[in-house]
C-alpha cells in the first residue's frame, strides 16, 4: 500500500476505535440528520450512529484503491497520483470530522451542524479544484462528461475552468462559518453551478472543436 493509503486506513481504524470506545455511553437512538436551521430531524439506532461512517470510510477506501488499477487509462493517473492520493486521505479525513461532530452532539455538545461543517466542505472542495486543475484524461476521476472523455483538448479546457470555479466554490462555503442564516446556500449552490457548468462548458466546447 502507498503511505497515504497507509495513514488513511488508520484514520479509518481510528473512527472505529472511537465508536467501540463510546458505545456504551451514546442514546439508543443518536441524532443523525439536522435541517437547514441546525434542529435535529433524523435519528437513527446508535450501532448505526457510530459504525455507518466507519464502514463508508471503508467501502470508500476499498474503491479508491481498486480504481488506479482498472481504469484503461491507468497511465494518466499515474501522472498526477500524488494528488490523488491526498484527495483520499483529505476525503477519509472529512468524513472522520463529520463522525465526531455527530458524536459531541450526541454526548450533549450543541452548536450550528452546518457550520462546523461550513470549513471542511470548503477545505475539500477547493483541494477538488486543485485535483481537477491536474487530472488526466481517465474513466474515473474528474470533470468526465461525453465530450470530455472524447476529447484531449475539450478535457484539458474543462478542467482548467472547473478546476478554478471548485476553488471559488471552497472559498465561499469556507465564508458560512460566519453568515450563519446563509451557510447550507454557501455550501451548495457554488458547487451545484460549477457542476452544471462545467458540464453545459464541456459540451459546447466539443461543439466548436468539431466545427
Known amino acids: ?7 488513511a486506513l488508520g484514520v479509518t481504524l481510528l473512527s472505529f476505535v472511537i465508536g467501540i470506545y463510546l458505545y456504551p455511553q451514546m442514546p439508543e437512538r443518536m441524532a443523525s ?6 434542529q435535529v430531524d433524523g435519528y437513527i439506532p446508535k450501532f448505526w450512529g457510530l459504525f455507518l461512517i466507519p464502514l463508508t470510510s471503508v467501502g470508500l ?14 497511465h494518466n493517473i499515474e501522472k498526477f497520483r500524488k494528488y490523488y492520493d491526498i484527495f483520499v486521505l483529505l ?3 472529512f468524513l472522520l470530522y463529520i463522525h465526531l461532530l455527530t458524536i459531541l452532539w450526541n454526548m450533549g455538545v450543541r452548536f450550528n451542524m452546518a457550520q462546523l461543517l461550513a470549513p471542511a466542505f470548503g477545505i475539500l472542495f ?7 486543475e491536474n487530472a488526466r484524461r481517465n474513466w474515473f ?26 476553488k471559488i466554490s471552497g472559498i465561499i462555503a469556507f465564508v458560512g462559518i460566519f453568515l450563519q442564516d446563509y451557510v447550507l446556500f454557501l455550501i451548495l449552490v457554488p458547487v451545484i453551478s460549477t ?12 461543439q466548436k472543436e468539431t466545427k
Do not use: Q
Request: aromatic share 16%; hydrophobic share 45%.
Open 1 to 7: 500500500m502507498r503511505k497515504n493509503e497507509i495513514i
Open 33 to 38: 440528520h439536522w435541517n437547514a436551521r441546525g
Open 61 to 74: 477506501l476499498l474503491l479508491f484503491i481498486i480504481i488506479p488499477k482498472i481504469d484503461p487509462l491507468k
Open 91 to 93: 476525503l477519509i479525513i
Open 126 to 132: 477547493y483541494y477538488c479544484g486543485i485535483l481537477i
Open 141 to 166: 476521476i474528474g470533470i468526465r462528461t461525453p465530450w470530455t472523455l472524447s476529447s484531449e483538448k475539450v478535457w484539458e479546457k474543462t478542467h482548467k475552468v472547473g478546476g478554478k470555479l471548485f
Open 195 to 206: 457542476t452544471i457548468y462545467t458540464i453545459v462548458y464541456s459540451y459546447f466546447e466539443y
